[in-house]
């Protein structure tokens, strides 16, 4: 089947009560949904990037808490409320630096919080609406993300890009993507520069595949290019997403962002993060205190190919994330407005807006 980007990224199946995912890690060339509803299989799925990005990661697990509970035998609400916590810490070790992971979790945790008194039939209903209206939200937070982010680009634009933050990191849309997808639409033009994002290769895999399946012009490029495309003038901005932004503006994204964000500084050119309020951390009070995801050296010397030219034994270092300093972040889209420093204030404002 030829890959396309028309369907959800992440869904729940309501007539089986399966987790519907495209197995990212099959991308570009094949188009694979996987229907998951055992918590093993669903851990695996975010730990391999199966499916990935913030805001989908987030839905994933809210979806994959309902179908597991869902299975749940038991009508005692201790036996039930136990195994419903067990579950729950479960996903939330899969992966630790994308806060809207724990941040969907404990949303479902609430539903459980706030019905004492539920029957367990009662309270696998109440679970499976949550994880539909946070798959939901979503596509509405996304899409005003995209108009936020539009109103700072200009028909024409080049706009570089690191990692994905599109569709296939949320249900819908994107994150840092999102504009150009509205923008499209709308029948603007842009040229997007992806980097290709070693080691995982978000860039060249999903976003190019993203953005050509978008009709959007194109190019790809190796991370250590960046600066060639900014030095040339060819970029009017650069757009990425987040895992966790926190207080004072401290954002982390994938791995190489910061140093995206160090050049264009250099050369002038504005450096947008997009970021859900839902992947704002405003208990973490600056980058130093996010936690830095560290995956396997195999997938630094050994995927794509059959083994990197590494000599045996030698260390290899491969967090997943990186933290961009503040001072670098041009301004932050959120789906409440755009923030810009001092961020520890602007952020505040924002987030509160979002609970009025
Ligand atoms: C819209 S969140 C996308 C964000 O997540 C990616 O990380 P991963 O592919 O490891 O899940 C990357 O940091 C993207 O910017």
């Known amino acids: 089947m030829k890959p396309s980007l028309t369907t959800e990224t992440v869904r729940l199946d309501e007539q089986t009560k399966e987790l519907v995912l ?46 597991v509970t869902d299975r749940f035998q038991t009508q005692d609400r201790g036996e039930f409320d136990q195994q419903f916590r067990a579950a729950k810490e479960y996903f939330a070790s899969s992966r630790p630096t994308a806060v809207n992971l724990f941040w969907a979790l404990d949303r479902m945790a609430q539903v459980v919080q706030r019905n004492p008194q539920a029957t367990t ?13 946070i798959q939901r939200e979503d596509v ?7 108009e936020y982010g539009l109103s700072l680009l ?18 819908k849309y994107g994150t840092a993507l999102a504009p150009i997808h509205l923008g499209v639409q709308r029948g603007m033009h842009f040229h997007v520069y992806t980097d290709e994002t070693r080691p995982l290769l978000q860039g060249i895999r999903l976003s190019a595949f993203e953005m050509q399946a978008a009709g959007v012009k194109t190019t790809v490029l190796c991370d250590n290019m960046a600066s060639s495309v900014m030095q ?49 951390d405003l208990t973490c009070p600056s980058g130093t205190a996010i936690p830095i995801e560290q995956r ?23 967090p997943a994330f990186d933290v961009t300093d503040h001072s670098l972040i041009t301004a932050i889209v959120t789906e409440y407005g755009i ?12 987030c509160s807006s979002s609970t009025e």
């Open 22 to 67: 495209i197995d990212q890690t099959k991308l570009p060339g094949e188009y694979t949904l996987l229907r998951l509803s055992k918590a093993e299989d669903i851990w695996e799925a975010i730990v391999h990037l199966r499916v990935r990005g913030a805001p989908a990661i987030g839905v994933a697990a809210a979806i994959g808490l309902y179908v």
């Open 121 to 133: 039939d009662r309270l696998k209903t109440l679970l499976r609406d949550e994880a539909i209206a």
């Open 140 to 146: 509405d937070v996304c899409r005003r993300l995209g």
């Open 154 to 171: 200009q028909d024409g634009d080049g706009i570089l890009t690191h990692c994905n933050a599109g569709q296939l990191a949320t249900v």
């Open 232 to 280: 040339r003038g060819w970029v009017q901005a650069v757009l990425v997403g987040c895992d966790r932004v926190a207080a004072n503006g401290d954002t982390a994204n994938k791995i190489g962002t910061s140093g995206v964000a160090i050049l264009a500084n250099y050369y002038h050119i504005p450096f947008y993060v997009v970021a859900p309020t839902s992947t704002i």
């Open 296 to 318: 396997p050296p195999e997938e630094v010397t050994h995927m794509w190919y059959e083994a990197s030219m590494a000599p045996a034994g030698v260390d290899v270092y491969n």
């Open 339 to 350: 923030a810009y420093p001092p961020y520890d204030k602007s952020l505040a404002a924002l």
